[in-house]
């Protein structure tokens, strides 16, 4: 184009916006390029794919509950583990949440806002205190235990169980599953469901293929925002696990402490692919079956 | 509300909530127990008040939340009017993309990859420490940019494209025209996109832990190494305190909102009242 | 009257598609001219073009004898009234009509006086405190056109100013904005789709389609005597026949032969032959120059608008006497009511209304007129 004012106009944008382009590329890139290449380099980064073989045969014994011992493949037990943990985790979310983001998004203007506040408190609070409170509750002479106490009942055992990490996760990333669904179920056009029952749904029908289907992005985004970060927590596992279910953040950490720098790197550079790939084939999915394709 | 659906509010937010009252409450207590409450004392309060190294930390922890809030603010303000603007497909396609890499990648990778980068770019120049202050703040400011563009970028979509057009009509340069008026029409999601990013970086855990170092050390990161040992209640009053001030902002934070919301409804009742 | 802005020979794409292809045209001074077309036509670039928010790939614009394809818009003396009216939220009335002053660093004392003198000439004094979202459509009309003219320009550009507005209020907006127009004496360059408000309001109308004008005129030589058949479809009903110029002042079509008042036509030239629909007059079919079947009739108040099958073109006639579906009758036409165009590009697209419909009209027609 050879107009002058809009191309000397769009000078000025393209400036406003090449501070932020450089540090991106700086900062965010180029970092994670350094990823793979730590990945794939030894102490004298000089290239191997030891790290990258490591992660997958390193084997250990493990002590099963019949005292035996037994040979596993160590990395690849601990990223199924955290898999499985923080699956149990989104799904124990999404159960729980769903039917409170449906609440708060029948309920009046008022209580609507003071329910996003309430759910937003807690996250306002950094997770390292939610954890810490979880434990004080948790502990085998924590409050739990104090009031069971009371009432003559014999002390239970839940710090240092999955059970333990499972609550940690969930109450920690609960909010990031209720306030996306919410936000959706909210701005659900009220008409829609009646002419669901016009056409002679009833209420849990309307829930089932309305009003569900409709809200499918917003669980899509709920469940993405809790099983990011479960399966990379390191410091849940560590408090309420009591460091006995080690997870692949723990992996990460650990390698870091020891200052394995090369062998962290190639663990986060795995994890990095395989939430890349799972996140890719859910927005295939999401986009081809929910948006009915484009 | 039908019963049930008190009922289950009740237990969602007592589930929310419990854990924080306890806290709140064996803060208060005489006795170290952390299960049996023994009486009202203000002694972990005053251990804490004497601890230097937590204070330190919360000092820094603000000094980082309002540096990194600072620049982030006004960066990302910058980057997205320059991303509304672009024309190229292309170019727009990679700048949502590096975006969203901070948003959604787990914090623990942009932590080591931020790491690995600094502790390479350290040794290249031989030094012994390469974390200190500023690779924090270069880490905050590069987790807490996107957050104000995804703020500040909608407020721009949304804006009457027209109404750059009038100011300039009206006399102004496009420059005087941005800031007369564009800058008034997005400022709400500046504020909100700069609250984010405070409160982000305030919170910051893991990225924190990855990229600090040389004796720098924040408020998240101080609770973890105290947490790592045995378990007092001077946190409790750290986490009471916490709690109160994070309550207070996010009261001040929706009374202003609300404020907002009212003089909408106001409007809309003058225009209701006056139709012509 | 003196020539304010000249239009040269301006062409304009984006991306490759051509809006304006080659527009010439004189804007003089106190004129109150419309540029009237469908959407997409170009008006709006047009528009634009004149305002400064886009530049000509070709062609110059100039104003009061001098080039300013370059000059950017806060440096032109010309205002706009924007479509949505684009009046700014965070500012009140009285800020929103002060802006333009403010920007030139006018006293405050003259910044009151002007605002309120303003206001006064839009019937809003009262509102100045208001905030603007609180404003009625009508109201918010006001103030952009309070805001445009306090600086006072040499021309006013409007682009569809009342397509928000309901009918009544546009009906009232079109006149005051006429008086403002006349009390003023400020060149009003507007843009609209709709061709009942471009006939009542304008000196002159400029007829655009596909990036070109069409007819450049007043709105009588305009509905009188249509250049070719989308404007003289484009401008009122019409029936648009296909004739013949058998010589001057005769011309055969539908296999009739008819007197007319046209000349300088080829002989036995092929022609387009419009016919307005209320020029055509009933009578019994062995009186009618025509014969033919009513196939419907629409009560429309004032008159009913009946489409006739007169050897299988449809014709629409209005007419005020009763007539009846399915009654076969006869018409005439006096030479007053036939007008010859000679064949263009657009012969044979219009002109015909046997898939007719009301409805179909609305449709084709849509209400936003926005443009690239």
Known sequence: MKTSRNTQMAGTYRAALAPYSVWSFLFVLVPLIFIAYYAFTDNSFSFTTENITRFFTATSNMVQEDGSTREVRTYLLIFMRSLRLAVISTLVCLLMGYPIAYIMARAGEKAQKTMVTLIMIPMWMNFLIRTYAWMTILQDTGIINGILGKFGISPIHIIGTETAVIIGMVYDYFPYMVLPIYSILAKLDGKLLEAARDLGCGTLSVLRRVVFPLSLPGVISGMTMVLIPSISTFYISQKLGNGKFFLIGDAIEGQYVANNLHFAAAIAFILMLILLVGMTVMKYVTTRYVYGGE | MKLSAKIYSAIIFGFLFAPILVLIVFSFNEAKSLSVFSGVSLKWYQELFRDKNTLEAVKNTLVLAASATAISTVMGTMAAVGINKLRSKWYRAAMNTVTDIPMSNPDIITGISLMLMFVFVGRLFGASTSLNFFTMLIAHITFCTPYVILQVLPKLQQMDKSLHEAAMDLGCTPMRAFLKVEIPEIMPGIITGAIMAFTLSLDDFVISYFTSGNGFETLPIRIYGMTKKTVTPKMYALATIIFLVTLSLLLISNFVDNEDQARLRQARKEKKGKKD | ?372
């Not at chain 3, 009237?36 to 886009?54: A, H, V």
């Not at chain 3, 530049?55 to 950017?72: K, L």
């Not at chain 3, 600086?151 to 209020?169: H, I, R, S, W």
Request: glycine letters at 8%.
């Open chain 3, 1 to 372: 009257m003196k020539k304010i802005i000249e239009l040269k020979n301006i062409s304009k794409a984006f991306d490759g598609e051509t809006v304006l292809d080659g527009i010439s045209l004189d804007i003089h001074d106190n004129e109150f001219i419309t540029l009237l077309g469908p959407s997409g036509c170009g008006k709006t670039t047009t528009l634009r073009i004149i305002g400064g928010f886009e530049y000509p790939d070709e062609g110059d614009v100039i104003f009061m004898g001098e080039r300013i394809n370059d000059v950017p818009p806060h440096k032109r003396h010309v205002n706009t009234v924007f479509q949505k009216y684009a009046l700014f939220p965070h500012l009140n009335v009285f800020e929103n009509v002060a802006f333009p002053l403010r920007e030139r660093k006018v006293p405050k004392k003259e910044i009151q006086e002007k605002v309120e003198q303003m206001l006064k000439m839009v019937m809003l004094s009262g509102f100045a405190d208001r905030r603007v979202n609180s404003l009625s459509g009508g109201q918010q009309q006001r103030v952009a056109i309070a805001r445009a003219l306090v600086n006072e320009p040499k021309v006013l550009l409007l682009d569809e100013p009342l397509g928000a507005l309901d009918l009544k209020l546009r009906k009232d907006m079109q006149q005051e904005l006429k008086k403002i127009q006349k009390n003023t004496g400020i060149t009003f360059i507007f843009v609209t789709h709709d061709q009942e408000e471009a006939l009542s309001m304008s000196d002159t109308i400029v007829v655009m389609s596909e990036g070109k004008i069409q007819q450049i005129g007043s709105p009588t030589d305009i509905y009188n005597e249509p250049v070719n058949a989308f404007v003289a479809d484009f401008i009122g009903e019409s029936n648009i026949v296909d004739g013949v110029m058998l010589a001057d002042y005769r011309v055969s079509f539908a296999g009739h032969t008819f007197n007319c008042l046209d000349t300088g036509f080829g002989k036995n030239e092929p022609v387009d032959v419009v016919i307005r629909p209320e020029d055509v007059d009933i009578v019994p079919p062995e009186k009618g120059m025509l014969c033919g079947t009513v196939t419907s009739v629409t009560f429309m108040g004032v008159h009913n608008e009946a489409i006739v099958d007169i050897r299988g073109f449809k014709w629409m006639i209005q007419t005020t006497d009763p007539v009846e579906e399915g009654a076969y009758i006869g018409i005439t036409l006096e030479p007053d009511a036939i007008h010859i165009m000679k064949k263009s590009k657009y012969s044979g697209m219009f002109g015909d209304y046997s898939s007719f419909s009301n409805e179909l009209d609305e449709l084709s027609n849509p209400d936003e007129g926005e443009e690239a």
